[in-house]
């Protein structure tokens, strides 16, 4: 028997590599947030992280503009690289405001809402390495969007106190922002896992 | 003659479902910003409904598994139920925002704006209703479009007005966010109405 | 030979006369913060410039339903006219910022982030009128993130400058706005950009 279309991995390949970065970048995040020195070194770090989650993204248009045959739909791996490069983009834009706003102290919820984007970002790890395994995916995805409805329920908590408590309208502005970013992130986990559904139901 | 491929209306029925609760979802949300009482209940009530429109999507992506041909594309289907259920999101959003922020009184044009909702969730009934009669599923779209950039206006008008009169800036931060949440719910819907247009443009 | 299928080129005019507008109305944008006069009158035309992207938006829609086959895929085009009118859309929101929120004067960086966004509609307007060139296309979308991430850098600095200095929080929020409206407008850019990639790649 002859395997006359040989299945290219290269997609998925870059795509773990991502997920990688992301996986890294989350948890850079994680610990800053929760050891909080050093700020200036390790936003840089994090900026070199999604600036090779980037270049990944673009060797994945530059692959699909080489590729006769994909694996799934050109438009598809396109978003699915568009939407992991996100979540990235918005973990460096919760490093980058840290030094930025020159916050003192992060609200108490930060280094939490980090630990639920590592969270979402290994189940994305795992998604991409099973592309072709319809239940595993959808498993992760289901999972990916319950760890965004927990990280809504911190951030919204932690934000009531901050309207009760906090009097400076400044630092209000910046401690909201910052959680928002965070909370951005989760957001963007589950487009992600969304355009892990639709690839697999185009599949199915 | 036989019916070879009998006409599945099941996703057409889950969708005129999440019509409806955004329909309860909203007027319960116009309800409570005009009679300004009752809020941890009326905001207990308004979570679930939002969360039964949660479960509805889901039913749509576990059918989508299950069924081999559907009326329309499949990954249509995923984006219209997505965008059905962002909608209610942002009307909760805007119901919790009242708790969390302890918002003493909304501001005038809330009620308005939420009313604004309601309306844009009937035609999203309509349109959902009737998917095979193109024109009168663009009419609806049309009209949800032209009742977004009614509330568009209100909303810039109201926010022009707080920044010209309010001087508690958390106060103004709160009614700022309130009124945008509501403004992008009815984004949501123009969002609803943009798949609703692909799905006919693809039936052409 | 007879040349059974003509080529309509009737979007891609519609698609240029939207780069168009987008063009005149991001540099009267300029212009207006940089000489920084005159405001309701020019920010009124540029309600009429915005206005007949609007239309021209709903032409596209109009011609779709009349046309039976189309240049490319019909929920392409109408990803793209929606994608141009949402980069013109920001743009006016920035505008109307200026005289809703009664800015006495824009942070340095407003008039140079318009001057990116100009930048970008040029670049818009280039790949809109090569549509069927591959690699032009790429090269016109490579730069419009290029100038994204541009725009990003300095509105990012002006940011924490702002928060640095600005000790009026209510002054603080309006330019924190204004900045986020324009930055908004160069991403809404990046998405049109990511729509023309996923056209040509569809072609490939």
């Known amino acids: 028997m002859f395997n006359l279309l040989p299945r290219d991995d290269a997609f998925e390949k870059i795509f773990a590599e991502m997920a990688g970065y992301l996986i890294e970048g989350s948890q850079l995040l994680e610990d800053t947030?929760?050891?909080?020195t050093d700020l200036e070194a390790r936003v840089r770090r994090l900026k070199e992280i999604e600036h090779k989650c980037d270049e990944a993204t673009h060797r994945v248009l530059v692959k699909l503009n080489q590729t006769f045959i994909t694996p799934f739909d050109r438009e598809d791996i396109h978003a699915l690289a568009s939407s992991l490069d996100d979540v990235l983009d918005y973990v460096y834009a919760a490093g980058e405001r840290l030094t930025t706003y020159n916050i003192d102290a992060p609200p108490p919820v930060a280094p939490d809402l980090a630990a639920i984007i590592v969270r979402q970002a290994k189940q994305l790890q795992s998604a991409v390495a099973r592309m072709n395994r319809h239940q595993d995916v959808l498993a992760c995805t289901v999972e990916?969007?319950?760890l965004e409805n927990e990280a809504d329920g911190l951030a919204r908590k932690q934000l009531g106190e901050?309207?009760?408590?906090?009097?400076?309208?400044?630092?209000?502005?910046k401690m909201k922002e910052l959680i928002e970013v965070l909370e951005t992130a989760t957001d963007k986990a589950e487009d992600a896992a969304n355009v892990l559904e639709t690839i697999v139901l185009k599949m199915a």
Chains 1, 2, 3 share one sequence.
């Open 162 to 173: 901050l309207f009760r408590t906090e009097r400076d309208p400044i630092r209000l502005l």
């Open 33 to 36: 947030l929760r050891n909080y």
């Open 144 to 146: 990916i969007n319950r």
